[in-house]
C-alpha cells in the first residue's frame, strides 16, 4: 500500500470528478477546415481516469497580470485605430457556480483584421499602438473585463475567398487540468459566419451560439466604448465524490 | 472607470451548458500572448534536481508543426501539487505548469524535475508522469498525452493508465533518455501516432 510522502495512508483519497460535455465540441477531425486533415489524431481517443494530476491544475496568480494586461488601448505610446469596445462577463462551471481567481487571456487581430505576428502576410495595416494581446484575472466572482478594439475579419487561405469572422481568442484554466479550454469569442449578427469552417466545426446550433457575445448597452460607456458581454462556460463537478475508480465500459 | 454591472449578472445561472472549443490558431504567439519568457522554465535555470524534457510535434505526414503550444502540468520530485484539491494538502511551491511554443523544426523543452508517484483512489500508484496538452492551428480542440520514464520499468509495469493501453502502442507514452534529460517526440498521426486520452 503506498504512502504519501507525509504518511498519510493514500488509500482514502475522494476526489472531485468533472464532467464532459463531448456533445458541444467540435470534432478534430472536420473536412472543411483543412488543416486537421494531418493534424488530428485517428485512433480513437483513451478514457483517462480523472485521478490527482486530472483534478488539480496550474495555479497562476496576479504575478502574470501586469496593470495595463486587461486594457488593450494602453500598452502604446498612442491610442490605437479602431473601434475601442469592452468586453466583460464571468467564467461560470456547468453547475453554475463561478470559477474565481483563474488566469484568462486574450489574442486578436487589429481593427483590420492583422495580427502583429511576422506569420500574417494579410496586406492590412499594422497598428503600432496595437499588440493585440491581454489577461486578466476573473475575481471572487468569476467576473473577467477587458478594454479593446474591435477585431476586423481577415482572409485566409482554407477555400476559395475564405474570411474568418471577427473574433477573440480565448484562453481559460478554470481549477482542474480537465477544465483547460481555448475558444473564440464571436460578435453578433457576423455576415462570415455561414462560411467559416471553424465557427461551423461546433455542429449544434445552440452550442454555437455560445460563441457569440452578447451586445450589452448597459454596460457601455458613454461617449467612449461600445460593450459585449461573454460568459464562458467550463466543465462542472460531479455533485457527489466518489470513492471508486470509475469502471464504466 | 465607472461602468454599471449588469442586474441579470447576479441570479445564478442554473446549469449552463460549455462553451465549445475552438483552434488556438497560428497567432497565438504575439508579443506578450501565450508564449511567455520563462514558459519553458518550470525551474528556474541552474535549479538543483532540474531535467530537460525536449521533443518534438510531428504531424501525419512525418513533418514538423511549427505552430504548436505544448503546456505541461506535473507533480514535483515528491509527488505534490501547489492546489487546493490535492487533499493530501499543498505542502509544495512548485508550479507544475509549463509552456512552450513549438519551434521551426516542431521542437519544444521543458526544465522542470521527474516527478513522483502519485496514490489513486483504490489505494494503487501511479507512475511518476507529466500531463501534456497539446494545442495548433488544425487542432479544434487540445489533445492531451501523458509521459513516463523509461527508468521506471517496475513502477510502469504496474501503472494503471499504461497497463490499461494497447501494448503495442505503449512506448508512444515513454520518454527516451538522454544524456542531460528526456526526449519525448508527440506524433499526432500516422503508423506511430501518439496515444491521446480522452480527460
Redesign the interface.
Not at chain 1, 488543416?35 to 485512433?43: D, K, M, N, Q, Y
Not at chain 1, 499588440?131 to 491581454?134: D, H, I, K, P, R
Given at each position: 500500500?503506498?504512502?504519501?510522502?507525509?504518511g498519510?495512508p493514500?488509500?482514502r483519497?475522494?476526489?472531485?470528478e468533472y464532467e464532459?460535455?463531448?456533445a458541444?465540441?467540435?470534432?478534430?477531425d472536420?473536412e472543411e477546415?483543412h488543416?486537421?486533415?494531418?493534424?488530428?489524431?485517428?485512433?480513437p481517443?483513451?478514457?483517462?481516469?480523472?485521478?490527482?494530476?486530472?483534478?488539480?491544475?496550474?495555479?497562476?496568480g496576479h504575478e502574470?497580470v501586469g496593470d495595463t494586461?486587461h486594457d488593450l488601448t494602453v500598452?502604446h505610446a498612442g491610442e490605437p485605430l479602431g473601434e475601442r469596445i469592452?468586453v466583460s462577463g464571468?467564467v461560470?462551471d456547468?453547475?453554475?457556480k463561478p470559477v474565481p481567481h483563474t488566469l484568462v487571456?486574450v489574442?486578436q487581430?487589429n481593427a483590420a483584421g492583422r495580427?502583429?505576428?511576422a506569420?500574417?502576410r494579410h496586406p492590412a495595416p499594422l497598428d503600432p499602438n496595437f499588440?493585440?494581446?491581454?489577461r486578466c484575472m476573473t475575481d471572487e466572482n468569476g467576473?473577467y473585463r477587458f478594454v479593446t478594439i474591435k477585431p476586423g475579419a481577415y482572409p485566409w487561405r482554407n477555400h476559395d475567398n475564405a474570411w474568418r469572422p471577427a473574433h477573440i481568442?480565448f484562453?481559460l484554466f478554470g481549477?482542474?487540468?480537465?477544465q483547460?479550454?481555448?475558444?473564440?469569442m464571436y460578435f453578433p449578427g457576423d455576415p462570415l459566419f455561414y462560411q467559416d469552417p471553424?465557427f461551423q466545426?461546433?455542429r449544434d446550433p445552440?452550442?454555437?451560439e455560445?460563441?457569440i457575445c452578447e451586445f450589452?448597452l448597459?454596460?457601455?460607456?458613454p461617449e467612449w466604448a461600445l460593450?459585449y458581454?461573454f460568459?464562458?462556460?467550463?466543465?462542472?463537478r460531479h455533485a457527489t465524490p466518489?470513492?471508486?475508480?470509475e469502471d464504466d465500459d | 472607470m465607472n461602468h454599471s454591472n449588469r442586474s441579470s449578472e447576479a441570479a445564478p445561472v442554473a446549469h449552463p451548458a460549455t462553451t465549445p472549443s475552438q483552434t488556438v490558431g497560428p497567432f497565438f504567439a504575439l508579443p506578450g500572448a501565450l508564449p511567455w519568457p520563462d514558459g519553458p522554465e518550470v525551474l528556474p535555470a541552474g535549479s538543483s534536481g532540474a531535467t530537460l524534457l525536449r521533443g518534438r510535434l510531428l504531424d501525419g505526414a512525418g513533418d514538423p508543426v511549427p505552430d504548436g503550444l505544448i503546456e505541461i502540468w506535473q507533480a514535483d520530485e515528491r509527488g505534490r501539487f501547489a492546489h487546493p484539491d490535492d487533499p493530501r494538502g499543498t505542502s509544495t511551491d512548485f508550479p507544475g505548469f509549463g509552456r512552450c511554443a513549438t519551434g521551426p523544426d516542431g521542437e519544444f523543452w521543458f526544465r522542470t524535475v521527474k516527478p513522483g508517484p502519485l496514490p489513486t483512489p483504490d489505494g494503487s500508484e501511479e507512475a511518476p508522469h507529466v500531463n501534456v496538452t497539446v494545442l495548433a492551428r488544425g487542432l479544434l480542440a487540445r489533445v492531451v498525452t501523458r509521459i513516463y520514464f523509461p527508468d521506471e520499468p517496475t513502477a510502469n509495469a504496474a501503472d494503471p493508465v499504461l497497463s490499461a493501453v494497447d501494448p503495442a502502442r505503449r512506448d508512444t507514452l515513454v520518454a527516451t533518455a538522454e544524456a542531460d534529460g528526456y526526449r519525448f517526440d508527440i506524433r499526432l498521426q500516422g503508423d506511430d501516432e501518439t496515444i491521446f486520452f480522452a480527460v
Open positions: 500500500m503506498p504512502t504519501d510522502s507525509i498519510k493514500a488509500d483519497l475522494i476526489l472531485p464532459r460535455d463531448d458541444s465540441h467540435p470534432a478534430l472536420t477546415y488543416s486537421t486533415s494531418l493534424r488530428s489524431p485517428r485512433r481517443l483513451q478514457l483517462l481516469p480523472q485521478h490527482l494530476t486530472e483534478i488539480t491544475g496550474p495555479v497562476l502574470r494586461d500598452q469592452v464571468r461560470l456547468s453547475d453554475g487571456e489574442w487581430a495580427y502583429r505576428h506569420g500574417d499588440s493585440g494581446a491581454g467576473h481568442h484562453s481549477r482542474a487540468f480537465t483547460r479550454l481555448i475558444t473564440q471553424i466545426s461546433v445552440k452550442a454555437r455560445r460563441m450589452d448597459d454596460s457601455t460607456i460593450s458581454h460568459d464562458i462556460v467550463l466543465r462542472g466518489f470513492e471508486e475508480d | -
